[in-house]
Nanobody, 120 residues
Framework: QVQLVESGGGLVQAGGSLRLSCAASGSIFSIDAMGWYRQAPGKQRDVVAEITSGGSLNYADSVKGRFTISRDNAKNTVYLQMNSLKPEDTAVYYC??????????????WGQGTQVTVSS
Protein backbone atom coordinates (compact mmCIF):
# COMPACT_ATOMS: atom_id res chain seq x y z
CA GLN A 1 0.00 0.00 0.00
CA VAL A 2 1.09 3.55 -0.75
CA GLN A 3 0.24 6.69 1.17
CA LEU A 4 0.44 10.25 -0.15
CA VAL A 5 0.61 13.24 2.16
CA GLU A 6 0.04 16.69 0.75
CA SER A 7 0.95 19.97 2.38
CA GLY A 8 1.35 23.64 1.58
CA GLY A 9 -2.12 24.87 0.73
CA GLY A 10 -3.69 27.92 2.29
CA LEU A 11 -5.07 31.41 1.80
CA VAL A 12 -3.05 33.95 -0.16
CA GLN A 13 -3.71 37.29 -1.80
CA ALA A 14 -3.68 37.65 -5.56
CA GLY A 15 -0.12 37.96 -6.81
CA GLY A 16 1.22 35.87 -3.97
CA SER A 17 2.93 32.49 -3.95
CA LEU A 18 2.46 29.06 -2.44
CA ARG A 19 4.42 25.83 -2.64
CA LEU A 20 2.65 22.49 -2.50
CA SER A 21 4.37 19.25 -1.56
CA CYS A 22 3.26 15.65 -1.90
CA ALA A 23 5.30 12.87 -0.31
CA ALA A 24 4.73 9.21 -1.10
CA SER A 25 5.58 6.35 1.22
CA GLY A 26 4.94 2.62 1.45
CA SER A 27 5.47 -0.21 -1.02
CA ILE A 28 7.21 1.68 -3.81
CA PHE A 29 9.60 0.09 -6.28
CA SER A 30 9.77 3.19 -8.42
CA ILE A 31 7.60 6.11 -9.46
CA ASP A 32 6.71 6.90 -13.04
CA ALA A 33 4.73 10.08 -13.67
CA MET A 34 3.85 12.57 -10.95
CA GLY A 35 1.35 15.36 -11.29
CA TRP A 36 -0.94 17.93 -9.80
CA TYR A 37 -4.64 18.34 -10.54
CA ARG A 38 -7.20 20.79 -9.24
CA GLN A 39 -10.93 20.90 -8.81
CA ALA A 40 -12.93 24.05 -8.25
CA PRO A 41 -16.48 23.89 -6.83
CA GLY A 42 -18.92 22.61 -9.42
CA LYS A 43 -16.20 21.82 -11.92
CA GLN A 44 -14.35 18.69 -13.02
CA ARG A 45 -10.87 17.79 -11.86
CA ASP A 46 -8.32 19.04 -14.39
CA VAL A 47 -4.60 18.53 -14.79
CA VAL A 48 -2.40 21.43 -13.69
CA ALA A 49 1.08 20.06 -14.27
CA GLU A 50 2.81 16.74 -14.87
CA ILE A 51 6.39 15.50 -14.76
CA THR A 52 7.54 12.14 -16.06
CA SER A 53 10.29 9.96 -14.65
CA GLY A 54 12.50 11.26 -17.44
CA GLY A 55 11.82 14.87 -16.49
CA SER A 56 9.43 15.81 -19.30
CA LEU A 57 7.02 18.52 -18.27
CA ASN A 58 3.44 19.34 -19.17
CA TYR A 59 1.46 22.36 -17.96
CA ALA A 60 -2.08 23.54 -18.39
CA ASP A 61 -2.14 26.67 -20.54
CA SER A 62 -3.67 28.66 -17.69
CA VAL A 63 -0.63 28.16 -15.43
CA LYS A 64 2.25 28.28 -17.90
CA GLY A 65 4.88 30.77 -16.82
CA ARG A 66 3.47 30.97 -13.28
CA PHE A 67 3.62 27.42 -11.89
CA THR A 68 6.62 25.08 -11.76
CA ILE A 69 6.46 21.36 -11.05
CA SER A 70 9.50 19.48 -9.78
CA ARG A 71 10.30 16.16 -8.14
CA ASP A 72 12.81 14.73 -5.71
CA ASN A 73 13.14 11.05 -6.53
CA ALA A 74 15.20 10.32 -3.42
CA LYS A 75 12.34 11.58 -1.27
CA ASN A 76 9.48 10.29 -3.50
CA THR A 77 8.14 13.82 -3.42
CA VAL A 78 6.59 16.11 -6.00
CA TYR A 79 6.34 19.87 -5.62
CA LEU A 80 4.29 22.62 -7.22
CA GLN A 81 5.62 26.15 -6.92
CA MET A 82 2.80 28.55 -7.64
CA ASN A 83 3.63 32.21 -8.30
CA SER A 84 1.53 35.17 -9.40
CA LEU A 85 -1.57 33.47 -8.08
CA LYS A 86 -4.96 34.59 -9.34
CA PRO A 87 -8.42 34.20 -7.80
CA GLU A 88 -9.26 31.72 -10.57
CA ASP A 89 -6.54 29.43 -9.20
CA THR A 90 -8.74 28.81 -6.17
CA ALA A 91 -9.46 25.08 -5.95
CA VAL A 92 -8.64 21.88 -4.11
CA TYR A 93 -5.32 20.65 -5.41
CA TYR A 94 -4.61 16.91 -5.62
CA CYS A 95 -1.34 15.17 -6.32
CA UNK A 96 -1.29 12.04 -8.45
CA UNK A 97 1.51 9.49 -8.57
CA UNK A 98 1.94 6.45 -10.79
CA UNK A 99 3.74 3.83 -8.73
CA UNK A 100 5.58 0.92 -10.34
CA UNK A 101 5.76 -2.33 -8.40
CA UNK A 102 8.57 -4.88 -8.44
CA UNK A 103 6.51 -6.91 -10.90
CA UNK A 104 6.29 -3.82 -13.14
CA UNK A 105 2.59 -3.25 -12.57
CA UNK A 106 1.51 0.38 -12.40
CA UNK A 107 -0.99 1.86 -9.98
CA UNK A 108 -2.47 5.35 -9.66
CA UNK A 109 -2.57 7.00 -6.25
CA TRP A 110 -4.16 10.29 -5.22
CA GLY A 111 -3.41 12.64 -2.37
CA GLN A 112 -6.11 13.75 0.05
CA GLY A 113 -6.32 17.21 -1.49
CA THR A 114 -5.25 20.59 -0.16
CA GLN A 115 -7.28 23.78 -0.41
CA VAL A 116 -5.76 26.77 -2.17
CA THR A 117 -7.72 30.00 -1.88
CA VAL A 118 -6.62 33.18 -3.63
CA SER A 119 -8.33 36.38 -2.55
CA SER A 120 -8.68 39.39 -4.83
Amino acid sequence: QVQLVESGGGLVQAGGSLRLSCAASGSIFSIDAMGWYRQAPGKQRDVVAEITSGGSLNYADSVKGRFTISRDNAKNTVYLQMNSLKPEDTAVYYCNIVVVTASLDEYDYWGQGTQVTVSS
